[in-house]
Nanobody, 123 residues
Framework: VQLQASGGGLVQAGDSLRLSCAASGRTFGNNAMGWFRQAPGKERMFVAAVSWNGVTTSYADSVKGRFTISRDNRKKTVYLQMNSLKPEDTAVYYC?????????????????WGQGTQVTVSS
């Protein structure tokens, strides 16, 4: 599976962005998908994940109520809608394909990773 993340950019606090992650290669629809982020000087952290069918989602506490993960299996694409962005959301955002079909916040649960897209939120 190859993953291509896009949609990052420079925005102001309070703005919205939608990230996309397009998958190619083997079957996409059977796997959970996740978003992680890595801020400068920090470890990569879990943001959100969605089950293979889009029914079950999971979020980090820091983004609950502001971010929404979704997927379109026909388009082999997963999305991360980010609203009410804060400067602390600034990071490189990575999408990842899960080893299984259920969302997990653990990085070892993902075996394919995209290249990352930069999100910068100014105050």
């Amino acid at each position: 599976v190859q993953l291509q993340a896009s949609g990052g950019g420079l925005v102001q606090a309070g703005d919205s962005l939608r990230l996309s992650c397009a998958a190619s290669g083997r079957t996409f629809g059977n796997n959970a998908m996740g978003w992680f982020r890595q801020a400068p000087g920090k470890e990569r952290m879990f943001v959100a994940a969605v089950s293979w069918n889009g029914v079950t989602t999971s979020y980090a506490d820091s983004v609950k109520g502001r971010f929404t993960i979704s997927r379109d299996n026909r388009k082999k694409t997963v999305y991360l809608q980010m609203n009410s962005l804060k400067p602390e959301d600034t990071a490189v955002y990575y999408c990842a394909a899960g080893r299984g079909s259920i969302p997990t916040p653990y990085q070892y649960g993902y075996n394919y990773w995209g290249q990352g897209t930069q999100v910068t939120v100014s105050s």
